[in-house]
């Protein structure tokens, strides 16, 4: 909570002897200050700071935060924090606010939704495309909940860059006890020639690990090093793409993520043409 202003209208008359624009005063005090301001003619702006329940500045100061220009935080809704985000310009100040104050909240809902439809998947192996979206690898890894990643990287990627990435992304998944690993840079090519270069660290990743526990990520990279990866994906393991609705400049919106999951079936036990089987439509036996 915050308490009572003592000796408010000599605040007050401080305040506009040095200029200030604002005043923010606990709400309870606001009948107080308003008649200050009704008396002595002034414009001085008074902003309320609120009482909460939980001992949390920032949520106390939220509107004087807001006041000052700074980032809405964790105080504030999702909604509010989302619509921020979503007026920064791509760069790492959106990175940054993305990373601090939207993925947790993602990351919960996400769980929630794989618990709510796979209460029995329990993947350990994940391989994932490094992209320009380094945070996304982060999200899926913590998502399902797997103790190692593989990363393909392309050629075309600058090395300074992918050493950032690298950097970043062994520290924020060391920090959920998840390992990384990359493969060797690959040359963009025809699928046959992806899968070529793919194969030896795919088969080194997931080697005597049950399929049931490897999942291919499908969405990040380009069309054809994920269809490249999917071909190689092996049976019994899953798929899994994360839908969202995109922003004006294409980013995608935060909290409209949606999990997406097939399952490659197993050996037999379809037709060689159906490549893939829904989950809510599981292999027949």
């Not at 999200?139 to 990435?165: D, I």
């Not at 025809?190 to 899968?195: F, I, V």
Request: aromatic share 8%; charged share 25%; glycine share 8%.
């Amino acid at each position: 909570g915050c308490a009572a202003v003592e000796g408010l209208e000599a605040k007050l008359d401080h305040a506009v002897a040095e200029g200030a624009s604002h005043f923010f005063l606990p709400l309870a005090q606001r009948h107080q200050a308003e008649q200050w301001q009704t008396s002595q003619g002034h414009t001085l702006g008074l902003g309320w700071l609120m009482s909460d329940d939980e001992p949390s500045p920032r949520k106390v100061l939220r509107a004087y935060l807001r006041q000052m220009g700074l980032p809405p935080g964790n105080e504030e809704s999702f909604a509010v924090r989302q619509g921020y985000h979503s007026l920064l310009d791509r760069g790492q100040q959106a990175d940054r606010y993305y990373r601090e104050y939207l993925l947790p909240e993602i990351v919960r809902r996400l769980q929630e939704q794989r618990r709510q439809r796979w209460p029995d998947w329990h993947p350990s192996h994940l391989v994932t495309i490094l992209s320009g979206s380094p945070a996304l690898i982060r999200l899926n890894a913590e998502v399902l909940g797997v103790r190692q990643v593989l990363a393909l990287r392309s050629r075309e990627k600058q090395p300074e860059s992918t050493t950032e990435m690298r950097i970043m992304l062994e520290q924020a998944l060391g920090e959920l006890g998840i390992a990384l690993h990359f493969t060797p840079p690959f040359d963009e090519g025809s699928l046959r020639s992806m899968q070529q270069q793919f194969t030896a660290s795919l088969q080194e990743f997931w080697n005597r690990v049950d399929p049931a526990q490897v999942v291919l990520d499908m969405t990040p990279g380009k069309k054809s090093m994920t269809l490249a990866l999917a071909g190689l994906a092996p049976p019994g393991s899953s798929l899994l793409y994360i839908c969202h609705d995109p922003l004006p400049d294409q980013r995608p919106e935060p909290g409209t993520e949606a999990l997406e999951r097939w399952m490659v079936p197993r050996e037999g036990a379809r037709q060689s043409s159906d490549i893939f089987s829904v989950m809510d439509d599981p292999p027949r036996a």
